[in-house]
């Protein structure tokens, strides 16, 4: 069952252009992370950022946490065909030892 | 390389024939899950362990068992697989016994598994 709130649900950009998703989530957190996912396939790890770190870069992905706010950001930079894929952001319940994901952003990169 | 490594990646079955799904990682975690993943439900956690001979039931346990004799394996068996199942599944792992400290959790590939 997701908890949390991605938004936007689908995006569809141009080659080139940056993409930004949200995620929004209800509790207190100590870390947040993303991953993405192929059609089908596995989910790859992006991004790991704690609760006491507000923006964290890996190559053309750039995090950010607002843990006032409860909400996350991914932003894509200079996107690539191969970056359509679907975007998770998770938590984790520390109760329920178990990831609790977002809905998801559906990303699409037109050539 | 760090990995989580699932078999099989595809299967047909019928109702009612056990089968195994293994998960194998090789970074000496400690915590494994498993999770199905529906259309329209999302992931949602099976089974999860702590550590070796620890095991305990997430959200949707019902239908399924698992295992943990070996820190780098954690199976997950069908014992009497129902089209209800069909799903795709993942096992992912962290070190640590405590992954909300701060630890990346890693995914396998993923199994389709129908049931017909």
């Known amino acids: 069952s997701q908890q949390g709130e991605e938004d936007p649900q689908a995006l569809s950009i141009q080659e080139g252009e940056n993409a930004t998703m949200n995620c929004s989530y209800k509790t207190s957190i100590n870390n947040l992370q993303w991953y993405r996912q192929n059609s089908g396939r596995g989910l790859v790890h992006l991004i790991l950022i704690r609760s006491n770190e507000r923006e964290k870069h890996s190559g053309r992905l750039r995090v950010t946490l607002d843990t006032s706010k409860k909400s996350s950001s991914l932003l894509i930079t200079a996107s690539r065909a191969a970056d359509t894929a679907s975007y998770f952001c998770a938590r984790f319940d520390v109760g329920a030892q178990k990831l609790v994901f977002g809905q998801g952003t559906r990303l699409t990169i037109n050539p | 390389e760090a990995q989580v490594t699932q078999n099989p990646r595809y299967l047909i079955t019928v109702t009612g024939k056990k089968l195994t799904v293994t998960c194998s990682q090789n970074?000496?975690?400690?915590?494994m899950s498993w999770y199905r993943q529906d259309p329209g439900l999302g992931l949602r956690q099976i089974y999860y362990?702590?550590?070796?001979?620890?095991?305990d039931k997430g959200d949707v346990p019902e239908g399924y068992k698992v295992s943990r004799k070996e820190k780098r394996n954690f199976p997950l068996i069908l014992e009497s697989p129902s089209p209800n199942q069909t799903s795709l599944y993942f096992c992912?792992?962290?070190?640590?016994?405590?992954?909300?400290?701060?630890?990346?959790?890693?995914f396998g590939e993923g199994s389709w598994l129908t049931v017909v």
């Open positions: 992912a792992s962290s070190t640590q016994q405590d992954p909300s400290s701060g630890n990346t959790i890693y």
């Open positions: 362990s702590m550590n070796v001979e620890v095991t």
């Open positions: 970074m000496n975690h400690e915590y």
